[in-house]
């Protein structure tokens, strides 16, 4: 293992080295040396995986250029850094990406051709980086994007997954997951820095000593130590030069450790402590809504927040010789919901512990740097972990924990005296059997900013989940509405959609995308209006083979592309989804299809493994789907797919090609949605629930190009109380006959029984998504969805809109306000050579 021990040396023939070429000849001739010298291949080469490799490592080489650039501009500025924390970063593919981002795609795919390979089929050799679960995950992608080309000096931080997430088979219509050991042939993407590895202790206890200037200080002693080695990927801005980092950490047992372990005669012991450590970053989470009580999951948490916290303390020691008078005001660290949240305590402790400061200078530093950024209003999905295991787990994270707790509970008391039941239910410790730490009450009492992630969702914070903190600490809470990057979600996703944009008004929108809104003006334009439709078309087919392929269903480019990609969740209701294909194929067999519109509904996305209900709806739609698919009287009135293993990669195929976007979750459930920016984007139609970042998208697009329906966040909350789901079926004769079919056992004949956990969830008037409630408002959405379709001119003049109108929901824009608002950086520019 490199240590920083070594010798260091500064050998004065090392200069900077001339900047490489990009132009097609220079690509072509580093190509062939990679893929003769380094890959040892030659004209039997047997696999595309090589040319990819091969490609890859020449595009890397100029990557790596911008990026040694970016880091002396940022390190010689001494400018105010940012740091995203997140549990999660779920990449996808990187070899388009920056092909694109430094504007040599045309270059490399003119090298390609002159050596006789097509681009593509060496980008789909690429495994997606999928180290995240979904919305969250994609965010902090997008994020990192905006970031390196606003140039921001931004690092991201996370843990590098062994494996990510589960890849999701059909078979028999349900779910069965595999493990996806996506760095099997290696990642060319990654660059190993065990130069910068930290020791992460675990377990021990704390204990006080009188330090060699004599003050008490605290120690953590009989720890079980791990390494965190840090993997650097580059995240190249849009053709500005910048090249910023995220920086992942992976587990490693001590050199120590075993040496003790092996000493003492056990070898076997000495290999099984091995694995323990190295565990820690084996395996991504593949639940999105908090999994409590796993051990395995906090030490995930607390060896991203102290490798983190411990690398930038330290490059701050050795840079401003341990003076922590502007640190402060020179570091911002933004989380990623509470999964790292254990940054806050950990900060103390290393300024306390390490760096001998006291708690007051310590909190100040602390609560000064801190931001946290909340993604659920779900109250079951707020993280909490059994304070016994905490603190057998973080002996000395609890015991500051607890401190911070007790000087928070005065300040409560103080600001409300008397006051005991606000200060229990505000305590970072929840009572009862077991006590509780409550992760996001942590978090807010450490950060000095808390946000939302769409208004609606902010709002609600301030008025129901935090309540008591809003009213206690006003300005600390803020929105920031989310967004999606438009060079994956347009530019690369959608070339045919980009190059029609840029004739039409230049190429100023893919690095600021409220100049797309120029487009709208072309809606009035028949010769666009074809060109769009055209476009739309070609993706469309795209698509449809891709559903082919995955699911062998056919769908006919003629009929209407309706969508719903997103993890399988109760509050999403890919439930009323369905309920509405059952109602259209009910219509098909009473002959009821005067004035038909074909429609194709695609459905995809994972089930969290224990979540039976979810894994339970992914069987139904593939049921229906079979029952649909296989009656010839449906024909091609109505198609039904379940897309398996959803992915960054199939939504890059999936958005671009449908017409209708499905947003269904139950008002006031869904903190921001991201999919439904992706969808609008390329020109699809939204049917959505005021839900989230619906609300705003329907603001920008004008609610005559935006299919609303449902309860407001506000009735559903009205309603619960009254909520009589037999009542409601009773008295619609649609929806009797739905259910009647799902009773009767019509998509589950030799399976009697099988859906009625659906069937009773639906029924019972504790159904908290209440899903009978905006049926019949569904439907008659629905309608008005298949009626305008048919008037081709008019939809299509839509889809302009809708894409005209997505300015606002760029990262550039998010990112551009947490930087005005919350972290305050300087962008740097980078001398492109
Ligand atoms: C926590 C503890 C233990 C195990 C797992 C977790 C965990 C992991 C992932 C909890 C939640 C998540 C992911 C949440 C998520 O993706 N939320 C989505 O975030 C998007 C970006 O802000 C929003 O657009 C979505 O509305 C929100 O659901």
């Given at each position: 293992m490199l240590t920083h021990k070594r010798k260091t040396i500064h050998p004065p023939g090392l200069t900077e080295l001339p900047p490489l070429?990009?132009?097609?000849?220079?690509?072509?001739?580093?190509?062939?040396?990679?893929?003769?010298?380094?890959?040892?291949?030659?004209?039997?080469?047997?696999?595309?995986?090589?040319?990819?490799?091969?490609?890859?490592?020449?595009?890397?080489?100029?990557?790596?250029?911008?990026?040694?650039?970016?880091?002396?501009?940022?390190?010689?500025?001494?400018?105010?850094?940012?740091?995203?924390?997140?549990?999660?970063?779920?990449?996808?593919?990187?070899?388009?990406?920056?092909?694109?981002?430094?504007?040599?795609?045309?270059?490399?795919?003119?090298?390609?051709?002159?050596?006789?390979?097509?681009?593509?089929?060496?980008?789909?050799?690429?495994?997606?980086?999928?180290?995240?679960n979904g919305g969250l995950g994609r965010l902090a992608a997008c994020f990192l994007d905006s970031c390196a080309t606003l140039q921001l000096p931004v690092m991201g931080y996370g843990i590098r997954y062994e494996y990510g997430m589960f890849r999701q088979r059909i078979v028999d219509g349900r779910q069965v997951e595999e493990p996806d050991h996506w760095l099997r042939d290696g990642n060319p993407w990654e660059q190993e820095r065990p130069e910068y590895t930290q020791r992460i202790r675990f377990g021990g206890h704390s204990e006080q000593y009188r330090s060699d200037s004599g003050e008490i200080r605290v120690r953590w002693v009989a720890s079980r130590d791990v390494l965190a080695v840090p993997y650097d990927i580059p995240i190249p801005g849009y053709r500005n030069g910048t090249v910023n980092t995220?920086?992942?950490?992976?587990?490693?047992?001590?050199?120590?450790?075993?040496?003790?372990?092996?000493?003492?005669?056990?070898?076997?012991?000495?290999?099984?402590?091995?694995?323990?450590?190295?565990?820690?970053?084996?395996?991504?989470?593949?639940?999105?809504?908090?999994?409590?009580?796993?051990?395995?999951?906090?030490?995930?948490?607390?060896?991203?927040?102290?490798?983190?916290?411990?690398?930038?303390?330290?490059?701050?020691?050795?840079?401003?010789?341990?003076?922590?008078?502007?640190?402060?005001?020179?570091?911002?660290?933004?989380?990623?919901?509470?999964?790292?949240?254990?940054?806050?305590?950990?900060?103390?402790?290393?300024?306390?512990?390490?760096?001998?400061?006291?708690?007051?200078?310590?909190?100040?530093?602390?609560?000064?740097?801190?931001?946290?950024?909340?993604?659920?209003?779900?109250?079951?999905?707020?993280?909490?972990?059994?304070?016994?295991?905490?603190?057998?787990?973080?002996?000395?994270?609890?015991?500051?924990?607890?401190?911070?707790?007790?000087?928070?509970?005065?300040?409560?008391?103080?600001?409300?005296p008397g006051d005991n039941q606000r200060m229990q239910r505000m305590s970072i410790i929840e009572e009862g059997a077991v006590p509780q730490v409550r992760m996001a009450?942590?978090?807010?009492?450490?950060?000095?900013?808390?946000?939302?992630?769409?208004?609606?969702?902010?709002?609600?914070?301030?008025?129901?989940?935090?309540?008591?903190?809003?009213?206690?600490?006003?300005?600390?809470?803020?929105?920031?509405?989310?967004?999606?990057?438009?060079?994956?979600?347009?530019?690369?996703?959608?070339?045919?959609?980009?190059?029609?944009?840029?004739?039409?008004?230049?190429?100023?929108?893919?690095?600021?995308?409220?100049?797309?809104?120029?487009?709208?003006?072309?809606?009035?334009?028949?010769?666009?209006?074809q060109r769009w439709y055209d476009i739309k078309q070609a993706n469309k087919e795209r698509l449809s083979a891709l559903v082919q392929t995955q699911c062998g269903v056919t769908f006919p480019a003629a009929g209407l592309f309706d969508v719903q990609v997103k993890r399988i969740h109760e509050y999403k209701r890919q439930l009323l989804n369905i309920l509405h294909v059952i109602h259209l194929y009910d219509r098909i067999k009473r002959g009821d299809t005067e004035g038909w519109t074909n429609r194709c509904v695609l459905i995809g996305g994972k089930a969290a493994p224990g979540y039976a209900m979810a894994k339970l709806i992914i069987k139904l739609v593939n049921n229906v789907a079979r029952v649909v698919n296989s009656d010839p009287l449906v024909g091609d009135k109505l198609k039904v797919a379940f897309l398996p293993n959803y992915s960054v990669t199939a939504m890059e195929v999936i958005c671009p090609g449908?017409?209708?976007?499905?947003?269904?979750?139950?008002?006031?459930?869904?903190?921001?949605?991201?999919?439904?920016?992706?969808?609008?984007?390329?020109?699809?139609?939204?049917?959505?629930?005021?839900?989230?970042?619906?609300?705003?998208?329907?603001?920008?697009?004008?609610?005559?190009?935006?299919?609303?329906?449902?309860?407001?966040?506000?009735?559903?909350?009205?309603?619960?109380?009254?909520?009589?789901?037999?009542?409601?079926?009773?008295?619609?004769?649609?929806?009797?006959?739905?259910?009647?079919?799902?009773?009767?056992?019509?998509?589950?004949?030799?399976?009697?029984?099988?859906?009625?956990?659906?069937?009773?969830?639906?029924?019972?008037?504790?159904?908290?998504?209440?899903?009978?409630?905006?049926?019949?408002s569904f439907i008659e959405a629905q309608k008005r969805v298949a009626a305008a379709y048919q008037d081709r001119d008019q939809w299509t003049r839509m889809s302009i809109i809708n894409t005209a109108c997505s300015g606002k929901f760029s990262t550039d824009r998010t990112i551009n306000d947490y930087n005005q608002e919350i972290w305050r950086l300087q962008a740097m520019p980078i001398k492109v050579a």
């Open positions: 070429p990009m132009d097609a000849a220079s690509l072509t001739s580093d190509f062939r040396r990679y893929f003769t010298y380094n890959l040892g291949q030659d004209k039997y080469c047997r696999t595309t995986y090589f040319y990819y490799k091969a490609l890859a490592l020449t595009v890397r080489d100029r990557l790596m250029e911008r990026w040694t650039r970016t880091r002396y501009a940022h390190l010689e500025s001494n400018c105010k850094r940012g740091y995203y924390l997140s549990l999660e970063f779920l990449m996808g593919r990187s070899l388009g990406n920056a092909l694109l981002n430094l504007g040599i795609n045309d270059d490399a795919t003119e090298a390609l051709h002159g050596l006789g390979i097509k681009l593509e089929d060496l980008s789909d050799v690429e495994q997606d980086a999928g180290l995240g995220l920086r992942l950490w992976k587990a490693a047992a001590t050199d120590a450790f075993d040496l003790g372990e092996f000493n003492a005669g056990d070898y076997a012991e000495s290999v099984a402590t091995k694995n323990e450590a190295e565990n820690i970053t084996m395996v991504l989470y593949p639940n999105d809504a908090s999994e409590n009580g796993k051990v395995l999951r906090l030490r995930q948490q607390y060896f991203l927040a102290s490798a983190t916290l411990q690398d930038v303390v330290n490059r701050w020691v050795v840079v401003r010789k341990g003076d922590f008078k502007d640190f402060a005001a020179s570091n911002c660290f933004q989380l990623n919901d509470t999964h790292p949240s254990c940054a806050v305590p950990e900060l103390m402790r290393i300024l306390m512990d390490h760096q001998g400061m006291g708690w007051d200078q310590a909190w100040e530093i602390t609560r000064q740097t801190m931001a946290y950024t909340n993604h659920t209003l779900l109250p079951e999905a707020l993280e909490k972990w059994p304070l016994p295991l905490f603190g057998h787990l973080l002996p000395r994270i609890l015991e500051i924990v607890l401190e911070i707790n007790a000087r928070f509970l005065s300040e409560v008391s103080s600001h409300w009450y942590l978090a807010i009492v450490g950060s000095f900013s808390i946000n939302g992630v769409a208004a609606l969702h902010s709002q609600l914070l301030a008025e129901g989940l935090f309540k008591d903190f809003y009213e206690l600490w006003p300005h600390k809470f803020n929105n920031k509405t989310n967004g999606v990057t438009p060079r994956r979600w347009i530019v690369r996703c959608n070339p045919g959609l980009s190059g029609l944009v840029t004739e039409k008004i230049g190429d100023g929108w893919i690095s600021d995308l409220q100049q797309i809104k120029q487009i709208a003006t072309c809606a009035d334009d028949p010769g666009f209006r449908s017409d209708l976007s499905e947003q269904l979750s139950t008002a006031g459930k869904e903190a921001s949605g991201t999919g439904n920016m992706k969808f609008m984007m390329n020109g699809a139609l939204t049917i959505g629930t005021l839900d989230g970042a619906n609300i705003e998208i329907r603001e920008e697009v004008g609610e005559e190009n935006f299919f609303m329906f449902g309860l407001t966040a506000a009735e559903v909350d009205e309603m619960r109380w009254q909520y009589d789901p037999h009542g409601i079926i009773s008295r619609d004769a649609d929806l009797q006959r739905v259910m009647n079919l799902l009773r009767c056992g019509h998509f589950n004949l030799f399976d009697a029984g099988l859906f009625d956990p659906i069937i009773n969830a639906i029924c019972s008037p504790h159904d908290p998504w209440m899903v009978a409630a905006d049926f019949r």
